[in-house]
């Protein structure tokens, strides 16, 4: 119990555990979302909270309301005070209802999210669970065992199945009972009927390796249609980002224009729309999409140390000056080592590490701004500078330095970070293709060591370098499981990763590899298949992006080349009964449209990114291509 909660538990522990019945789904909740806190105390720590906050909110608005009725000078009754105190009291026991109200909801929403992940790892944990049951050399718990320590690949699935063997291990439960505290305890219907079904076949003494392989074939189809469900929700997501981003602007835009020049100040609500409005909505909706979606870039790969204690009972000696010195020099040549390799082959590096281009092309764009702008930023009247006044001219200028240097921030990113994700989905396709010959050679009697030798020996695309690489480790005598870890470390992905160690695991616990290959094999080429038909289904989506984009663009000039020109600068020109705006700036207006179609290109290039790829940082490309058409469009043609 940390200190905050046990102070909390001492003021107003026997209030909350009375009034904990009027919760009744808050002690599920808690243990769905695995919050390690019984109800009451988890109560009595929101009334503190609501406490807190009501004497903090309290003391703020007192101190606001208090200070406005002098500004107002208002003398309703003689004692101001009285009422500032009231209304303070007022709003803070309101601020902290709700406060209280979100916490009680918070364990939900908590569990919620846990169940979405739940969901979406558990069709990987049942086909873990099926591959280590097929050769027999396991029991059942040790094969929820061997998943509980997978977390980083597995995720929730393997959190679940933790609780499993602590139940187990540490509380003395068999395995009947302990799967339905699981059961009980758990936020997914999903993973309930799969303890439900676990259960029945463990109580009755049924066929656990059939239960998992129909289980492993349910899921893959439950899979398929998720994704199918998915893609039906992108294509609404679509519409409704092209109604509300690209069509919704454009008719905002066009009829503040005339409002413009029929005399209202349209200008400042366009600046409003084109600076805050787009991008707040665009990164809001990039947010929803992450919410509903697969990360298709895979959750990021941990890298796990750990520690042998072989060499405990060796007596070491203590310390000297002599000996200090000497490991911070190894240590100091180790850095020094490391920054000479990546300085002298920086390819390899910063494609394996994309972002870290951004160390270099970040300063050199700023460096562009600044040289280049250096005279036109001293020109600047930057007190006079307001939402209806921009310096047109000054501001035209820093913007081609602010493409360039934009250029400049992207490329290098682009280049490496396009090279590496290629590479992986290279390796991705191949690893069906190389699990699947080696199965066929250890299906002849050939150990798995010598089949990855002979594999070595045929092409099998870019992976073919680390299969040779696997091969001369196993020759000079290395472990066939560190090999496998060294292979899994390189190539980082949850794919890889997650079939590299289905294959440590299964060559550790039995001798029927060839079973388990196959089931790996069949596991990646569902993967490559639903991967492949998600591409082919969200390139239609980058398309509508790239087609509503263009459109905005096209509107825009039109009313920047055509439109506005116009537009009569005098009152001589303007038709009789027509209010004009004489104070008209059509600079300003063709400024504000250049700046609207770069801040489109860049959000509609992460949209796309994020729909075709399902990544942010793969959308990086699409807006600078669509950048520069902008840019082109307003420099060449306006």
């Given amino acids: 119990m940390m200190p905050f909660q046990d102070i909390a538990y001492r003021l107003f522990g026997k209030h909350a555990f009375q009034k904990k019945d009027e919760y009744p789904k808050l002690c599920h909740s808690l243990k769905s979302a695995r919050f390690a806190i019984p109800a009451d105390q988890y109560i009595s720590t929101g009334y503190l909270y609501s406490l807190i906050s009501f004497c903090v909110t309290g003391i703020i608005f007192y101190f606001i309301a208090s200070r406005l009725f002098e500004i107002l000078d208002l003398s309703i009754i003689d004692d101001m005070r009285i009422i500032a105190l009231l209304s303070s009291m007022i709003i803070a026991l309101l601020f902290s209802t709700i406060l209280f109200n979100i916490q009680m909801k918070l364990p939900l929403l908590w569990a919620s999210n846990r169940k979405a992940y739940l969901d979406q790892s558990l ?77 029945s076949i463990i109580s ?49 835009i066009t009829i503040l224009i005339v409002l413009g020049f ?20 665009t990164v809001l909706f990039i947010v929803f999409l992450s919410t509903i979606s697969d990360n298709l870039e895979g959750r990021s790969i941990q890298t796990s140390q750990q520690i042998f204690n072989e060499f405990d009972n060796v007596r070491v000696n203590e310390y000297t000056t002599i000996d200090e010195k000497m490991l911070k020099k190894i240590s100091w040549n180790c850095t020094i080592y490391n920054i000479i390799d990546k300085v002298s082959n920086p390819i390899k590096w910063l494609t394996r590490k994309p972002h870290y281009s951004l160390i270099l092309s970040i300063p050199a764009g700023l460096i562009c701004i600044l040289y280049g702008n250096l005279t036109i930023l001293s020109s600047l009247d930057f007190s006079s500078i307001s939402l209806s006044y921009i310096n047109v001219e000054a501001a035209a200028a820093i913007d081609d330095y602010i493409v360039f240097a934009f250029i400049i921030i992207s490329v290098p990113f682009i280049v490496f970070y396009e090279s590496k994700r290629r590479w992986v989905l290279k390796v991705e396709n191949e690893m069906p293709e190389f699990l699947k010959r080696l199965a066929s050679i250890n299906e002849a009697g050939i150990r798995l060591s010598s089949a990855i030798s002979l594999v070595s020996r045929s092409k099998i695309g870019v992976l073919n370098t680390e299969i040779k690489r696997m091969a001369s480790h196993l020759s000079w005598g290395g472990n066939l ?53 998600r591409s082919a289904e969200m390139t239609v989506y980058v398309f509508i992006v790239y087609i509503a984009f263009l459109v905005f663009l096209f509107i825009v000039y039109v009313l920047a080349a055509y439109f506005l020109p116009a537009v009569p600068s005098s009152a001589g020109d303007a038709v009789a009964g027509m209010p004009l705006n004489i104070q008209f700036d059509m600079d300003a207006y063709i400024l504000l449209f250049f700046h609207a179609s770069l801040i489109q290109g860049v959000c509609s290039g992460l949209v796309a990114g994020k729909m075709g790829s399902g990544s942010v940082l793969a959308g990086v490309k699409h807006s600078l291509f669509l950048v520069l058409i902008a840019y082109i469009t307003f420099t060449q043609f306006i």
């Fill in 262 to 281: 029929m005399g209202s100040n349209s200008l400042d609500v366009l600046y409003i729309l084109v600076y805050v409005l787009i991008p707040i909505g």
């Fill in 204 to 252: 009755s003494g049924g066929d656990v390796i059939s239960y998992l392989k129909n289980k492993s074939e349910q899921y893959r189809f439950l899979a398929i249609r998720e994704q199918k469900t998915f893609l039906e929700t992108l294509a609404i997501l679509a519409e409704v980002y092209v109604t509300v981003f690209v069509v919704g602007p454009v008719f905002l």
């Fill in 481 to 533: 499981e560190e090999v496998l870890k060294k292979f899994e470390y390189r190539v980082r992905t949850e794919f890889n990763s997650r079939i590299i160690t289905l294959i440590i695991r299964a060559s550790e616990s039995t001798s029927d590899v060839i079973s388990v290959l196959n089931i790996a094999a069949s596991e990646a080429d569902m993967q490559n298949q639903l991967k492949k038909e």
């Fill in 123 to 199: 069709t990987h944990a049942v086909a873990y669970l099926y591959a280590l049951s097929k050769g027999g050399g396991m029991s059942l718990f040790d094969i929820f065992k061997s998943l509980s320590q997978q977390r980083h690949i597995y995720g929730v699935a393997a959190d679940e199945f933790g609780y499993i063997v602590r139940d187990m291990e540490y509380f003395g439960y068999d395995m009947l009972t302990a799967l339905k505290n699981a059961k009980e305890n758990s936020p997914s219907e999903k993973y309930k009927n799969f303890l439900d079904g676990m259960l």
